[in-house]
């Protein structure tokens, strides 16, 4: 129920993100007014395969949004505009005349592509997708996945040249079946999406034709590219009738604007199932030439684009995860904490969790996890340290390498997500990058980000200050490491990344 402070009108968020989907309804201070959220199934047919079921998810978003709504105690007629955020890259093809999808969507995490990656590498070469796209060739992003998809399901490139086809990210697959679906749904998708998929050209916002072919993709696939903070439609059917669905970022790209990082220097890290920092480079797209992504941060209306450079870490909270599911270590998430502050230090013992390669700034699909540095002194509350501790070295990497590219020095680091609870975590992070680390009042910067996006396209706020002025400092942590320990760490550190690299070759190659 909303409380006695809380008076409408309000802005519903819903966020699809890679373990749930949730919808947030917040008032015009940016605060939570209810929440709701469902979890979907992770399937993992093969090593290294991750799929969604599409259907599933856009069930959970409507009971979601539904949940949120009654537990406000609004109606429609409350809510002045919906924003969506989402899991980014995760790619499904669907048929616009049944609305069924052709296959489970491929998750961003799935590492399928990576043979056609390689190949796509030796013939086109890696530097024109870079140059186009802000993009290294990798199975992360979204283009690949649509390849595989096209080659791979029976009979599925000739309903796609016959236009029977649509293409999407979460974003897309919410925002066609919200506004209508098979009865006129719109097939969107907003920039920041758009520029995960290694097919959107970064310096018009166009889908590449160029890379199209060389990838051998249709573009009657695609979504017509807009911006983030715009009226794509209406919701059609539902406890959200009639409400405008005003805005589309992706998940990261949402924190980046929901913690209000609206000038350039001005950087994020979020940290959930893995970790991703971004920093806003104002409007110019920045080259990385340290093993960041360029990419878009958001597109308000018909204003210049934002750009952002963004290190992405593909297991972070996800290796607490396997800590708890797989090893069977700790009980909880949030045990990993206690049986790591059972210890002073790591033991000697480093993780490397390359568990679907090494993301940013390596890029290497040949590196496989590693623990080092093994004693039979090493206890497994030593191990739960190695695990914080190897998020915040990751963390560090990539501000070590914004660092590199912007030539900016990180003078403070705004955090969000699950994994900010862990306040020995947070500290060894501020003690790993010698710099202090913010967490907000509100915590849902994804959720808000898109509300924000949404609200500003609706005129529900008049302006980007008017969202700074809502921002709220909870809680601070500053350096304690002396210089001399955090040298030999991190160099410690770094040899057991270069452990991780070249796992696989050509005979152990995950097919
Ligand atoms: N106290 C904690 N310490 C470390 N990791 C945690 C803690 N609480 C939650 N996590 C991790 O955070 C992740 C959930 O964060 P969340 O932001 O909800 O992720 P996502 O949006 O990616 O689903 C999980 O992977 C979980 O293992
Ligand atoms: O859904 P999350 O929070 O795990 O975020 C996933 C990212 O968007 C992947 O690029």
């Avoid at 009865?183 to 097919?199: C, F, I, K, P, Q």
């Avoid at 920045?286 to 297991?315: F, H, K, M």
């Avoid at 800590?323 to 949030?334: T, Y």
């Avoid at 500003?456 to 969202?467: E, K, R």
Wanted: aromatic share 8%; charged share 20%.
């Amino acid at each position: 129920m909303t409380d006695a402070h809380t008076t409408g009108p309000f802005i519903a968020a819903i966020d699809q993100g890679t373990t749930s989907s949730r919808c947030i309804v917040f008032d015009k201070d940016g605060r939570i007014v209810s929440v709701d959220q469902k979890e979907h199934e992770q399937i993992f047919p093969k090593p290294g395969w991750v799929e969604h079921d599409a259907k599933e998810i856009w069930e959970n978003v409507q009971e979601v949004v539904a949940g949120a709504v009654v537990k406000a105690g609004i109606t429609s007629a409350d809510v002045k505009a919906i924003g969506i955020t989402n899991q980014r890259e995760t790619t499904l093809l669907w048929d616009k005349n049944t609305g069924e999808p052709v296959h489970n969507a491929l998750v961003w995490q799935d590492t399928r592509t990576d043979a056609l990656c390689k190949e796509l590498g030796r013939n086109v070469g890696q530097d024109r997708f870079r140059r186009q796209t802000g993009l290294p060739l990798a199975s992360y992003f979204a283009g690949p996945k649509v390849r595989w998809l096209l080659d791979n399901v029976e009979g599925l490139r000739e309903r796609a040249e016959r236009g029977d086809i649509l293409f999407g990210t979460m974003d897309s697959w919410v925002i066609w079946n919200l506004t209508g679906g098979t009865e006129g749904g719109v097939h969107v998708t907003d920039v920041t999406n758009a520029s995960r998929t290694l097919l959107m050209n970064l310096h018009d916002m166009e889908w590449d034709r160029g890379i199209l072919s060389s990838m051998d993709i249709p573009a009657a696939l695609l979504p017509e590219i807009r911006s983030s903070a715009e009226v794509y439609g209406k919701a059609k059917g539902g406890v959200l009738d009639g409400v405008p669905v005003a805005s589309a970022l992706g998940d990261q790209q949402a924190a980046l604007f929901g913690q209000t990082c609206f000038a350039e220097g001005e950087a994020k890290s979020t940290y959930g199932t893995g970790t991703f920092m971004l920093m806003n480079t104002g409007h110019r797209p920045v080259n990385s030439y340290n093993g960041l992504l360029t990419t878009v941060g958001y597109r308000i209306g018909d204003s210049e684009p934002v750009y952002a450079l963004e290190g992405s870490i593909a297991v972070t909270g996800s290796l607490v995860q396997w800590m708890r599911d797989q090893m069977g270590l700790i009980n909880s998430a949030a045990e990993i904490e206690t049986l790591a502050s059972s210890v002073e230090d790591n033991g000697g013992a480093y993780f490397v969790p390359a568990f679907s390669g090494l993301f940013a700034p390596y890029w290497r699909p040949d590196a496989r996890g590693v623990i080092t540095g093994l004693t039979r002194y090493v206890t497994k509350a030593h191990i739960a340290r190695a695990v914080l501790e190897a998020t915040a070295w990751q963390t560090r990497e990539i501000s070590d390498a914004m660092t590199k590219d912007s030539g900016v020095e990180l003078t403070a680091l705004k955090v969000d997500g699950g994994m900010t609870s862990n306040n020995l975590l947070m500290q060894t992070l501020s003690d790993f990058l010698d710099a202090p680390v913010v967490r907000p009042m509100v915590a849902e910067t994804t959720c808000l980000g898109a509300a924000y996006a949404a609200g500003l396209a609706v005129g529900f706020w008049p302006d980007t200050d008017a969202l700074r002025a809502n921002w709220r400092r909870a809680a601070e942590w500053t350096p304690r490491m002396d210089a001399a320990t955090r040298d030999r760490e991190y160099k410690s550190w770094l040899k057991a990344v270069q452990r991780s690299m070249g796992w696989l070759d050509d005979t152990t190659a995950e097919e």
